[in-house]
């Protein structure tokens, strides 16, 4: 298929160093083209975020003021993300991400004064900046809905009939999801022809998934758990629970056994949350115990095995949580723990096979990688180059031993290879980052 891009779109898929779209991808880009709202249904991790954001890349023009399209998201991870994808493709037209966990002040001064031309958020915190006038709306004439089942959730309904109310003229409306539910397209005044639906056709996670049925008990659950984790050898995985209180529970377990772990859901905090993925995404641990916040909305590439600590509450959510594996066509395997005697639930595939684990338990080699904590941040015109170029100069790494960076408004966090981090901190002790004296430590956990 001859696929012919704008120029603008061009540029980004070279920025992301992306040759290709996939064919879902290519579709949403014509559909959008010559129609004023779609519903696009995938499974997750095909790439829907590319699948609106480069037709906005074709739709936003950088000569009108103001803002010109809104994003929905539902977590303030979700709008980091899109945030950080718009970046990276380096995109004339500016963008920027609302969302809770920092002051309303904070969010006026990262507008910088002049209106962006897109903004991406989560609906409460969008809400209070376009009563307040600190975005303008008049020029917003495009409206994406990401994870546009999630509207259907008590609270959240009335949370858009507001923003819908506040953004009059988005009269282009994009919806996407994983999961359909039918009565979401109606309440956003999108026609049922504007459906794109590839969740069969496309190249499905589940087609790259092996699933496993782990038989445990009550009592032989969190032993059973560590040995599957120990077969693992240190592969990335996720383990799911339908509760915070189990979230604690099990890391604490498996720190006890010496498995280094992060643990993430919604009773922490902000800053806690972005350290428990960022700990995870950067390899600092390879094992990350969290609720259904996880199961959606989060690009973590490479995670090879997802674990159904406890089982999923509906299909939708099962899907979600499998989708944190085999992303892009990439293998991965899905593990259910399950009590004998009980009726598996119908979103179970049939094909499942009995996980038969090792009856000796080795402890995997531990992640390769110490996070680093940096005290300074945006606020201080610190950026990922400053930082990689201080500890590749100052620290004497080479590139290679330099991972992941994530730098926020007040402080940053680094990746260092961690056999070399002792000695990194004590070649950068005293040393400044761009003139500024900061701490530089360890981050514990």
């Given at each position: 298929?001859?696929?012919?891009f704008?120029?603008?779109q061009?540029?980004?898929l070279r920025?992301l160093?992306?040759a ?7 579709q949403a880009i014509?559909h959008?083209?010559?129609k004023?709202?779609m519903v696009?249904?995938s499974?997750?991790?095909?790439g ?5 954001l480069?037709?906005?890349?074709e739709?936003?023009d950088p000569?009108?003021e103001?803002v010109?399209a809104?994003i929905i998201?539902?977590?303030r ?8 994808v718009w970046r990276a493709m380096k995109?004339e ?16 001064a990262?507008l910088?004064g002049s ?5 991406v958020g ?8 376009l009563?307040?006038g600190?975005v ?9 809905i990401?994870e546009?089942?999630?509207c259907?959730e008590m ?5 858009m009939e507001?923003l819908?109310?506040?953004l009059?003229?988005a ?5 996407l999801?994983a999961t ?8 956003a005044?999108?026609g ?8 069969v056709?496309?190249a499905q996670?589940?087609?790259h998934?092996?699933y496993?049925?782990?038989e445990?008990?009550?009592?032989e659950?969190?032993?059973q758990?560590?040995?599957l984790?120990c ?14 209180e189990s979230?604690?529970e099990?890391r ?13 859901h919604g009773a922490m905090?902000q800053?806690?949350?972005?350290l428990a993925l960022?700990?995870f995404?950067a390899?600092?641990v390879?094992?990350?115990?969290s609720?259904?916040?996880?199961a ?9 095995h997802?674990v159904h600590?406890?089982r999923a509450?509906?299909?939708?959510i099962?899907?979600h949580r499998?989708g944190?594996t ?6 991965g395997a899905?593990?259910?723990?399950h009590f004998?005697g ?6 179970v595939p049939?094909?499942i ?6 009856r ?9 990688w110490a996070a680093?904590y940096?005290?300074?941040g945006?606020r201080d ?9 201080f500890f ?5 790494l080479?590139?290679d031993e330099v991972g992941?960076?994530?730098?926020f ?9 961690l056999?070399?981090?002792r000695e990194v901190?004590?070649s950068?002790a005293g040393?400044?980052?761009?003139g500024i004296k900061?701490?530089i430590e360890?981050?514990?956990g």
């Open positions: 298929m001859d696929k012919r704008t120029a603008a061009e540029r980004a920025n160093k992306i290709d779209v996939n064919e879902m991808q290519w014509m959008c083209r010559g004023s709202g696009l249904l499974p997750t991790g095909t829907k975020t590319l699948a609106y480069l037709p906005l890349v739709r936003v000569a009108v103001g010109q809104a998201v539902p977590s991870e979700l709008a980091k993300q899109v945030s950080e995109n037209c500016r963008m920027v991400a609302l969302y809770g966990g920092r002051s309303l002040e904070q969010e006026v990262s910088g209106e962006p031309s897109v903004i989560t609906p409460g915190r969008l809400i209070d900046h009563k307040r600190n303008a709306a008049e020029r917003c004439s495009l409206l994406v990401d546009f089942d999630k259907l609270g959240f309904r009335e949370e507001q819908l109310s506040l009059p003229e009269k282009t409306r994009y919806l999801s359909d539910a039918d009565e979401i397209p109606l309440f005044s999108v049922s022809g504007d459906k794109l639906d590839f969740r056709t496309a996670p589940a087609a998934t092996d496993y049925m782990v445990t008990t009550p009592e659950r969190l032993p758990l560590f040995r984790l077969s693992f050898d240190g592969e990335p995985a996720i383990v799911f629970c339908n509760f915070r979230v604690e099990v604490s377990f498996l720190a006890k056994n010496s498995l280094r772990c992060a643990a993430y905090e800053k806690e949350r972005e960022y700990r995404t390899s600092c390879n094992i990350l115990v609720t259904d916040l996880a959606r909305g989060l690009d973590i590439k490479d995670v090879k997802v600590y406890q509450m509906s299909a939708e099962f899907t499998n944190r085999a992303r892009w066509e990439a293998d899905v593990y259910i723990f004998g009980k009726e598996l639930p119908d979103f049939e094909t096979t009995a996980c038969e684990l090792p000796k338990c080795i402890l995997p080699q531990p992640a390769q680093l940096v005290g300074k945006k015109k610190i950026s990922r180059g400053d930082l990689a170029g590749i100069k100052k620290g004497g080479r590139a992941p960076i994530m730098v408004d007040n402080y940053s966090y680094v990746a260092v290879k056999k070399r981090m901190l004590k950068v040393e400044k980052i761009k900061t701490i360890p981050v514990r």
